[in-house]
């Protein structure tokens, strides 16, 4: 049977298993609407505000569901409008296929209305990407981006349609990419490992994202347990374990926890885990691994070496290395460093707390934890805002934490909230935010509206742009160029402008009444906090820097 | 030969943008090339890419890793100094008169170079041979004045019956030995 490049484009993404993709119609793309109007009851399509709005939320929908997340846009600036988020899938590792839409092949290369080089302008932020100017090779295009998308470290893949491509008729026949192979490791890389942690005296376990992708968090608290070692975590690999867990320290790095740092600084074993070592947390690259050899698991293996040289390096997916690991390492009990962890854990310096009576970030935060259950998924803008998340929530299941780590891309929240929404089945979610991340991306509260989706936003307002404040106050000698706005948005007239509702909390004790309200809406909220403007995000490790110059205080 | 330099090879799918791809890489990871050459094979939907380069081992595996990780390199393989054949071509347009000109002509016989084209004021020599060669020729030829010349770049082979197009895949060469 013959059917059109748009319709074959459906029945592609159907096969592959999509029920729900994000997008903004448009001139190139009209075919597609066209099919994607018939198939309706096989995929939901979630029209947004704005492109970026689109890509991010098939982002935060692929982070929670752990399914590859697609978006549509149009040629020229509907494309365009897609890149950072692209990007921010890229930096993260998220499965995502971007579809856009081009003029006719016969327009390409003449500078047609709404012509951009699309592939071109995505090629060193996508994992692979596609032109496609023959209908012939469209399916097999669309089955092997899912597959490039989903296999080995995930990420993002762009199919580009020419609109004559859309309307040809060809012949289709469904079927699925077997997975790429991924590398696996000799017996006697394993044994080197293994031999490693037996004989090591203070193993540390470092954590990233890539715990969570591969749905690891069960081997690897057997594997923490059995080695009897400690568990620090990048921001990436927040939430794989559980925040109560005896063994966590919690995040590592330019924000983290000083136990997880100092403890981290202390250990002559290294076993890092799913993570690539960004800069963000590793600090000053020398020293972070000074006194100690590394293990390094990934399943990337540009990452081994990469930023951080590997004495032993495991390759594969990480649930299946840390299975085999299991198999070779022993039981060990190291009581002398289980006591120095808990010293340092117990330390004041590890302690830093807000004062509890005071309307501030941490009591937010709190707060809005006691209103939300183990399974809600909370997102996050870029900024101050996110690093308190990161520091004061107290996470439990895997996929809650929703975040732009890699690109730190201000405007994310919104429409990553909007996309977990819908990748949980509507469960409720939270977006932590702020005032100047809001204003990037606040016409997405539209898309949630339109939707009513059950999403409570909790907008930190400290009039400023806070993250590059606090770098101004501390290493600018106080000179804050352009980072305190004089905004004069009214969030709550705002909100309900938009068709949500709006709480306006200026101290402590009205904070708790709004939570009630919001979380018993079922529809979007939006919760306008004020806080200091001088709050800072603390403990600090100054970029390039270590543990010894870690700043406790304002 | 810098005690530094290497040569890779790699086959390729022969697909527009695909040298795009591959010379993207170099730039966004900051990896400075010495020279890249390009073209088809005895197969005919890949084409072969030889690159060289100079750094420490750290740069060459980043540069081995970061180019297996693109969809469209199926083959890349660092190439051995002592196990391979290295090639590069070099056309070059020196001055030449009536004083000259039998002195270029020797040099040209001794280096085994061809006379591709000669005038009364120029002529143009065409050698291939290792880099070195090519080099030692340029210097020979500069005090007589040239006037311009082209390098096609490094070109690779190995000795022995196996292919390039037979080596183990990176992911393949990273798996299980036992």
Redesign the interface.
């Known amino acids: 049977m013959k059917i059109t490049g748009a319709e074959l484009i459906i029945r592609a993404l159907i096969s592959e298993g999509v029920d729900c993709v994000f997008g903004y119609p448009g001139g190139a793309v009209l075919n597609i609407y066209d099919e994607l109007y018939k198939f309706s009851a096989q995929i939901k399509h979630i029209a947004t505000c704005h492109e970026q709005g689109a890509v991010h939320a098939a982002d935060g929908y692929a982070r929670v569901s752990g399914k590859v997340g697609v978006v549509i846009a149009t040629s020229g600036p509907g494309a365009t409008n897609l890149v950072t988020g692209i990007a921010n899938a890229y930096l993260d590792s998220v499965p995502l296929v971007a579809i856009t839409g081009n003029v006719a092949c016969p327009f390409i290369g003449k500078d047609s209305f709404q012509e951009v080089d699309i592939t071109g302008v995505t090629m060193p932020i996508t994992k692979h990407n596609y032109i496609v100017k023959d209908v012939n090779r469209l399916g097999d295009v669309i089955h092997q981006a899912f597959a490039i998308a989903r296999s080995g470290r995930p990420g993002p893949v762009l199919i580009d349609i020419p609109k004559d491509v859309q309307q040809c008729e060809c012949e289709y026949v469904e079927y699925i990419h077997q997975p790429a192979p991924v590398a696996t490791n000799g017996r006697s890389t394993l044994r080197k490992a293994a031999e490693q942690i037996n004989d090591c005296k203070r193993p540390y376990i470092y954590i990233g994202g890539g715990v969570i992708k591969s749905n690891a968090t069960e081997e690897l608290l057997e594997f923490a347990d059995r080695i009897d070692a400690p568990i620090g975590s990048s921001m990436m690999g927040l939430a794989a374990v559980p925040h109560d867990h005896p063994r966590f320290l919690g995040m590592t790095g330019m924000h983290g926890k000083y136990a997880a740092s100092q403890i981290l600084a202390e250990s002559d074993l290294l076993i890092a885990i799913g993570t690539r070592f960004s800069d963000r947390a590793t600090g000053n690259k020398t020293e972070f691994t000074k006194g100690k050899k590394v293990i390094h698991i990934d399943i990337d293996p540009s990452e081994i070496g990469k930023n951080i040289p590997a004495y032993v390096a495991l390759l594969g997916d990480v649930k299946t290395v840390l299975q085999q690991l299991l198999a070779g390492v022993k039981q060990r009990n190291r009581p002398s460093w289980r006591q120095a962890v808990q010293a340092i854990k117990d330390s004041s310096d590890n302690r830093l707390e807000m004062p509890p009576d005071q309307l501030n970030p941490e009591t937010v935060i709190k707060a809005v934890r006691r209103h939300a259950s183990d399974d809600t998924v909370v997102c996050t803008d870029v900024g101050q805002h996110q690093m308190w998340t990161a520091q004061y929530y107290d996470f439990s299941r895997p996929r809650t934490f929703i975040t732009s780590g890699g690109l730190g891309a201000m405007g994310f929240g919104m429409g990553a909230a909007i996309g977990a929404c819908f990748g949980t089945g509507g469960r409720k979610t939270i977006l932590f935010t702020s005032d100047g991340s809001f204003h990037m991306n606040m016409n997405e509260l539209a898309t949630a509206v339109s939707n009513q989706l059950p999403l409570v936003i909790v907008l930190l307002n400290n009039n400023a742009l806070g993250m590059v404040r606090q770098w101004q106050a501390m290493f600018f000698e106080q000179r804050y160029s352009n980072t305190s706005l004089a905004r004069r948005t009214d969030y709550v007239r705002l909100a309900e402008a938009m068709g949500a509702v709006g709480f306006k909390v200026d101290t402590l004790s009205q904070l708790e009444p709004a939570l009630a309200k919001a979380f018993a809406e079922t529809g979007p909220v939006l919760i306008e906090v004020t806080i200091d403007q001088d709050a800072k995000v603390l403990p600090m490790i100054p970029p390039n820097g270590t543990i010894h110059d870690i700043i406790l205080k304002a | 030969m810098d005690n530094d330099e290497f040569v890779i090879s790699m086959l390729v799918n022969n697909e527009a ?1 695909v040298l ?2 591959v010379s ?1 890489l170099f730039a ?1 990871r900051d990896f400075n090339i010495d020279s890249l050459s390009v073209g088809v094979t005895e197969q005919p939907g890949l084409s072969r890419i030889t690159i060289t380069a100079h750094g420490d081992d ?1 740069l060459k ?2 540069i081995i ?2 180019l ?5 390199v199926k083959v890349v393989k660092p190439m051995p100094f002592n196990n391979s054949v290295m090639r590069e071509l070099l056309l070059i347009k020196v001055q030449a008169d009536r004083d000259t000109r039998s002195a270029l002509l020797e040099a040209a016989s001794v280096f085994r170079a061809k006379v591709v084209d000669l005038k009364s004021d120029s002529i143009i020599l065409e050698i291939t041979g290792e880099r070195s060669k090519c080099e030692a020729f340029i210097e020979y030829l500069r005090p007589y004045g040239i006037v311009e010349l082209c390098r096609t770049g490094l070109t690779s082979i190995s000795r022995g019956l196996k292919p390039l197009k037979d080596s183990k895949s ?3 060469e ?5």
């Open positions: 943008g795009t791809r993207g966004r750290y595996d980043q890793k970061q297996a990780k693109l969809q469209d990176f992911v393949e990273n798996s299980a030995k036992e």
